[in-house]
T-cell receptor
Framework: DQQVKQNSPSLSVQEGRISILNCDYTNSMFDYFLWYKKYPAEGPTFLISISSIKDKNEDGRFTVFLNKSAKHLSLHIVPSQPGDSAVYFCAASRTVGTYKYIFGTGTRLKVLA | GAVVSQHPSRVICKSGTSVKIECRSLDFQATTMFWYRQFPKQSLMLMATSNEGSKATYEQGVEKDKFLINHASLTLSTLTVTSAHPEDSSFYIC??????????????????FGPGTRLLVL
């Protein structure tokens, strides 16, 4: 049972345009969400997080939106840069208990110069 | 940001041998570390949660006698793959739970990941 889903395995965007990566979850108990960026043969790098008490969090070029009723979150990157090309994972967690993260399957973003 | 190291970065071993992977938090103390496994083009799958000074908590389907975890200090957790077989070949990644923020204020908590260890069992 995949509790966190990223339905788009890949996405191509022109440099300078907006990249929108989507993530859906099924467990309504999740209350903390994160986005990670990963290059091949490296560990994931933390990008941005959001608590369920918010619906938006912004950090530079990265903005995460959370729609709790739809159990959906998205990551917006604007403007997109070639260096943003990587695999992006969303993760969900509960802030009680073990804080373990459940990761989505990832979306490969390619930013075209 | 916080730094987590893993050693070795790559290991090739013969079937039946044991392999130890170290995970260190270099500039912060981590009471909780996590071990993940990633197969090619798939997501990170949590194997176990490692708590300093206590036994690890394993996810369903992960053999605790096969994957031994020791969280001996606040900066070190080790994963030992015992009697490794070719099907254990994978990319193993650890993470350390930490709080983050700037200017002395805590903005949230996250896991900082190590660079991963590529294990190939022949």
């Amino acid at each position: 049972d995949q509790q966190v889903k990223q339905n788009s395995p890949s996405l191509s965007v022109q440099e300078g345009r907006i990249s929108i990566l989507n993530c859906d979850y099924t467990n309504s108990m999740f209350d903390y969400f994160l986005w990670y960026k990963k290059y091949p043969a490296e560990g994931p790098t933390f990008l941005i997080s959001i608590s369920s008490i918010k619906d938006k969090n912004e950090d530079g070029r990265f903005t995460v939106f959370l729609n709790k009723s739809a159990k959906h979150l998205s990551l917006h990157i604007v403007p997109s840069q070639p260096g943003d090309s990587a695999v992006y994972f969303c993760a969900a967690s509960r802030t009680v208990g073990t804080y373990k993260y459940i990761f989505g399957t990832g979306t490969r973003l390619k930013v075209l110069a | 940001g916080a730094v987590v190291s893993q050693h070795p970065s790559r290991v090739i071993c013969k079937s039946g041998t044991s392999v130890k992977i170290e995970c260190r938090s270099l500039d912060f103390q981590a009471t909780t570390m996590f071990w993940y496994r990633q197969f090619p083009k798939q997501s990170l799958m949590l194997m176990a949660t490692s708590n300093e000074g206590s036994k690890a908590t394993y996810e369903q389907g992960v053999e605790k006698d096969k994957f031994l975890i020791n969280h001996a200090s606040l900066t070190l957790s080790t994963l030992t793959v015992t009697s490794a077989h070719p099907e254990d070949s994978s990319f193993y990644i650890c993470s350390a739970r930490a709080r983050y923020g700037t200017g002395g204020s805590v903005q949230g908590e996250t896991q900082y990941f190590g660079p991963g260890t590529r294990l190939l069992v022949l």
